[in-house]
């Protein structure tokens, strides 16, 4: 008899032991309402294009809370953001500079082309007057008459 009830009362006693380092490690554990916070927050991250693993690790965001890495991550995201902004606007003013000088040079080359044109149309004219005026003698290509 003695040694049933010592054999029970040892389960009993290592069943309480488990049953305690059971308590111990889901303590540990997140709730499941913080488990289902950051789980939002993952998917909050994942919308705004960033992998949750990578950004907490190249952030330093141990010892952080689950929000407050959010919120650094999406700081950082914005921060990106704006500097891809900036350099937008700096290459959008550098092609406007550009197009202006290239539309400066196209207005100058086509008034030297008029100019040009206008010369061409001056000489054939000249050249038609003087030709209307003054034919040129039979022989003038230089071939003899027979």
């Known amino acids: 008899g003695d040694a049933k009830v010592e054999a029970v ?10 049953a305690e380092e059971l308590q111990v490690a ?7 309402e913080s488990f289902q916070t950051l789980q ?5 991250l994942k919308a705004v294009g960033y992998s949750w693993d990578d950004e907490v690790e190249s952030e330093g965001a141990e010892g952080l809370s689950s929000l407050e890495v959010v919120e650094k991550v999406l700081v950082k995201k914005a921060r990106d953001q704006e500097h891809l902004v900036t350099t937008l606007r700096r290459e959008l003013q550098e092609a406007h500079a550009a197009r202006q000088l290239i539309e400066g040079q196209t207005t100058r080359l086509e008034g030297e082309v008029a100019k040009q044109k206008e010369l061409i ?4 004219e000249d050249l038609s007057q003087a030709h209307t005026q003054h034919p040129p003698p039979r022989n003038a290509g230089g071939v003899e008459e027979k």
Do not use: T
């Open 9 to 18: 009362h040892a389960d009993l006693v290592a069943n309480l032991v488990v």
């Open 26 to 32: 889901l303590a540990e554990r997140p709730s499941l």
């Open 40 to 44: 939002s927050h993952l998917q909050a």
């Open 121 to 124: 149309d001056r000489l054939e």
